[in-house]
């Protein structure tokens, strides 16, 4: 006796007695083929018929450049020509007449060409180079920085010397100079709360007074070797004096 549609479905939604409930779908039978069937075109009428219904009444391509779309601004223009100037009467005149534009969808003649790559292209971000260990064994980079260094010093220094030869040759009076003179201004201080505006400081970072000058001193004693143009430090080579 053949179960009914549900009965079979129940029967698969129930595991059974013993077994854990199965998941999936069943297979087809054994003469069932897979894939998308394609139908046998031998030229004859029907794929001539099949062939014709693809296009549209028209006779125009199927994915035409252009489409037509209603002409709203004409439209109105049309109806305020007519009488109608309500939007009820505007209305009623759209329904009657129709005016449409062509409005090309896509460019042919700007076609996106497609890009052509030679056979050795390669993709991708190019890798930073290794830095050389022989400029960090020889301290290359402090170097280059006193060099750096010593050219911003030369340029200031010559901005400093064209300043002061731009007023040779010529006479300046007290006056013109303080009309040429640049006030310096204030850097204006950032707002604070009133609350705050006599508030102490809540962190020392010494915590007696003794750890303090320790502190000072060995600063004192080291800035010998941060002083100096160059952060480089001062140091006076004593000069030997040679008896003939």
């Not at 595991?15 to 897979?34: C, V």
């Not at 794929?47 to 439209?75: C, I, Q």
Request: charged share 30%; aromatic share 10%.
């Amino acid at each position: 006796m053949l179960a009914s549609p549900l009965q079979l479905l129940v029967s698969n939604l129930t595991p059974e007695l013993g077994k854990s409930l199965r998941r999936g779908h069943k297979l087809p039978a054994q003469n069932f083929t897979y894939g998308i069937t394609l139908p046998r075109r031998d030229g004859g009428v029907a794929e001539s018929m099949y062939h014709w219904s693809s296009l549209d009444k028209t006779g125009s391509a199927s994915n035409p450049d252009f489409e037509y779309v209603r002409d709203y601004s004409a439209l109105n223009k049309a109806a305020l020509e007519a009488g109608m100037i309500s939007a009820k009467d505007q209305s009623r005149f759209r329904t009657v007449h129709d005016i449409k534009k062509k409005v090309f969808i896509r460019d042919i003649s700007h076609k996106k060409k497609p890009m052509r790559f030679s056979d050795d292209m390669v993709f991708g971000t190019p890798c930073r180079p290794s830095t050389p260990i022989s400029e960090v064994l020889e301290h290359k980079f402090l170097d280059k920085w006193v060099e750096s260094m010593r050219e911003k010093e030369l340029n200031s220094k010559k901005q400093r010397e064209d300043a002061a030869n731009a007023f040779k040759g010529s006479y300046h009076t007290k006056a013109s100079l303080l009309r040429q003179a640049k006030i310096p201004v204030e850097p204006k201080q950032l707002w604070q709360l009133p609350k705050f505006a006599k508030g102490e400081a809540q962190i020392d970072s010494f915590r007696t007074d003794d750890e303090r000058r320790k502190a000072y001193s060995a600063t004192t004693y080291d800035s010998l070797a941060r002083q100096g143009t160059f952060h480089t430090g001062i140091y006076n080579v004593p000069r030997t004096t040679v008896k003939t």
